[in-house]
C-alpha cells in the first residue's frame, strides 16, 4: 500500500524551514528519501532503518518513528537548490529490494 | 565510480510494437530494480533483479518483463505497446544487502503513440 505524504505541495522563502512527512499503514522495515528535478531521475537523500537512528547531512535530516511508521524529512534553513519533488520510498521486508514511493511533496523555494 | 546508465534516453514507439530498454548498474552492484514513472501514477516497482534471478515483481502486466546478465546489466522489454506505456523507466542499482541505498539512472522516457 502506497505511504501517504504530507503536505502535496510547500512554497518558502530561501532561509525559511520545510517538514515533509511520509506515513504508512503497513510494518516498515526502511523508509528512503529522493529529492528530483524536473526532467532528472530521482537523487538518493538518505535511508532510515528500523530501528536506526536519526539520519542527517548538511541541513537535510530525518526521523522514523517506528510505533507510527512515520518518517520525517527536516530541511533546514532551505536553499534555492532544494527546491524539487520529494519522494518517500517504503521497504516492508528487509531486503525485498521492492520501494513503494509515496506520491511525492513538491517543495518550491522562492528567493 | 561510475552511476547507473541507461540506454536509449529516448525512445518513440507505436502502439503494437515491442521495445527493449537497457540497464548498466555501478560496477559491483549486483541489484536491479525497475520503476515506471508517470504523472498519474508516480512512481511504480515492475521488478527486481538480483544474481540473474527475478526475486520480486509488481503489479504489471505480463507484457513487462526483464532479465539480468551474468555482468549485473539488465534489461526489460515491453510488448505488445499501449498508449499507456508511455512513461519515465528508472532503472535502480543496488548491493542487493539489505538496508543499502538504491541509486537511480538518468531513465528511459518512452512515448508510443
Known amino acids: 500500500q502506497q505511504p501517504v505524504q504530507s503536505p502535496q505541495a510547500v512554497i518558502l522563502r530561501e532561509g525559511e524551514d520545510a517538514v515533509i512527512n511520509c506515513s504508512s499503514s503497513?510494518?516498515?522495515?526502511?523508509v528512503h528519501w529522493y529529492r528530483q528535478k524536473h526532467g532528472e531521475a530521482p537523487v538518493f537523500l538518505m535511508i532510515?532503518?528500523?530501528?536506526?537512528e536519526q539520519k542527517g547531512h548538511d541541513k537535510i535530516s530525518a526521523s522514523f518513528n517506528e510505533k507510527k511508521q512515520q518518517s520525517s524529512l527536516y530541511l533546514t534553513a532551505s536553499q534555492l537548490s532544494y527546491s524539487g519533488t520529494y519522494f518517500c520510498?517504503?521497504?516492508?521486508?528487509?531486503?525485498?529490494?521492492?520501494?513503494?514511493f509515496g506520491q511525492g511533496t513538491r517543495l518550491t523555494i522562492n528567493p | 565510480k561510475a552511476g547507473v546508465t541507461q540506454t536509449p534516453r529516448y525512445l518513440i514507439k507505436t502502439r503494437g510494437q515491442q521495445v527493449t530498454l537497457s540497464c548498466s548498474p555501478i560496477?559491483?552492484?549486483?541489484?536491479v530494480s525497475w520503476y515506471q514513472q508517470t504523472p498519474g501514477q508516480g512512481l511504480q516497482f515492475l521488478f527486481e533483479?538480483?544474481?540473474?534471478?527475478?526475486?520480486n515483481k509488481g503489479n504489471f502486466p505480463g507484457r513487462f518483463s526483464g532479465r539480468q546478465f551474468s555482468n549485473s546489466r539488465s534489461e526489460m522489454n515491453v510488448s505488445t505497446l499501449e498508449l499507456g506505456d508511455s512513461a519515465l523507466y528508472l532503472c535502480?542499482?543496488?548491493?542487493?544487502?539489505?538496508?543499502?541505498?538504491?541509486?537511480f539512472g538518468p531513465g528511459t522516457r518512452l512515448t508510443v503513440l
Open positions: 535502480a542499482s543496488t548491493s542487493g544487502s539489505p538496508g543499502n541505498e538504491q541509486f
Open positions: 503497513k510494518a516498515l522495515y526502511s
Open positions: 532510515l532503518l528500523k530501528g536506526g
Open positions: 520510498g517504503t521497504e516492508q521486508l528487509r531486503g525485498a529490494q521492492k520501494l513503494v
Open positions: 560496477s559491483g552492484h549486483r541489484s
Open positions: 533483479y538480483f544474481s540473474e534471478t527475478q526475486r
